[in-house]
């Protein structure tokens, strides 16, 4: 897969997933874009990703649940990009608990705010960038969690809400930007590993059906996804689990 004169943009860049595309996306080519709630967090990954495979990359700052910062993102971008190729859905604030008593209520607002209007308020506001695009693709990295009657986690509810909504806002998405080519690709996984593309076990094939699903798995998905010719539109990504 080549990404060379593409411009992708990352949200929660600064570990994780985030990192990881990151990381991944620059050896592929990428001009890259990375936010992260501080500026030290996009910049140190920036740097990472420059030193690993000299791309050429911009660090952000991104607070998914701070409206104002996510307009600053875009309008940081358009000041130094004439278009977006890739946009990734990919912060969001993760939760733990399963009573609705597990968690403050500033804690359960921002939850839903990073990923539910997070999401909805990055796109909204790169759309003028994706629009600029000749096949702009956004990929939202939802989870299993949004999935109808799947409780597994043992995530907080308002993971669960922030989610949905994710996957809600994705549903109709898709549909409102088929008509100008731009596709809309949502990932449901369960949990899966961390993975570090610098580390040598992120290639190692060796695994089973009984090893956890990995984030070179995931990303591998995405890659497919975007890598299709423009007239094939992947909604999806679902995962059976153990
Ligand atoms: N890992 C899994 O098992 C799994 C399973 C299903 C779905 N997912 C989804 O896949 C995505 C990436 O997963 P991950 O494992 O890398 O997640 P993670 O380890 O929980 O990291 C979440 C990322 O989102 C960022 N974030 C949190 N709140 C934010 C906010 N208000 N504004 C901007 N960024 C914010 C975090 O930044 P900070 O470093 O600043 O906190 C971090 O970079 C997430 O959307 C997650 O929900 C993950």
Not at 46 to 55: K, M
Not at 81 to 104: F, K, M, Q, S
Not at 144 to 158: D, F, K, Y
Not at 190 to 200: H, K, S, V, W
């Amino acid at each position: 897969m080549d990404l060379a004169e593409k411009t992708v943009v990352v949200t929660g860049a600064g570990r994780g997933f985030g990192r990881a595309f990151a990381l991944s996306a620059g050896r592929l080519g990428a001009r890259l874009c990375l936010s992260a709630r501080t500026l030290a967090a996009a910049q140190k990954v920036a740097d990472e990703v420059a030193a690993d495979s000299g791309a050429r990359v911009d660090a952000f700052a991104c607070d998914l649940a701070d409206p104002a910062t996510v307009r600053g993102f875009a309008q940081g971008v358009a000041a130094r990009a004439d278009r977006v190729d890739v946009l990734i859905n990919n912060g969001a604030r993760y939760l733990h608990g399963p009573d609705l008593w597990d968690a403050d209520d500033e804690a359960i607002t921002d939850t839903v705010a990073s990923g539910a209007t997070g999401t909805l308020l990055t796109v909204k506001h790169f759309l003028p960038l994706l629009r600029a695009s000749e096949g702009a693709d956004v990929v939202n990295l939802v989870s299993s969690a949004a999935e109808a009657r799947n409780h597994r986690s043992q995530a907080h509810p308002a993971f669960y809400a922030a989610k949905a909504a994710q996957a809600g806002f994705a549903d109709v998405l898709s549909h409102r930007l088929r008509p100008e080519g731009i596709r809309v690709i949502s990932l449901y996984p369960p949990d899966f590993t961390d993975g570090d593309p610098l580390d040598a076990t992120w290639d190692q094939a060796a695994r089973t059906a009984d090893d956890p699903l990995t984030a070179r798995s995931v990303l591998d998905c995405v890659l497919f996804a975007i890598g299709q010719p423009r007239d094939c539109f992947i909604r999806s990504f679902h995962f059976e689990q153990v």
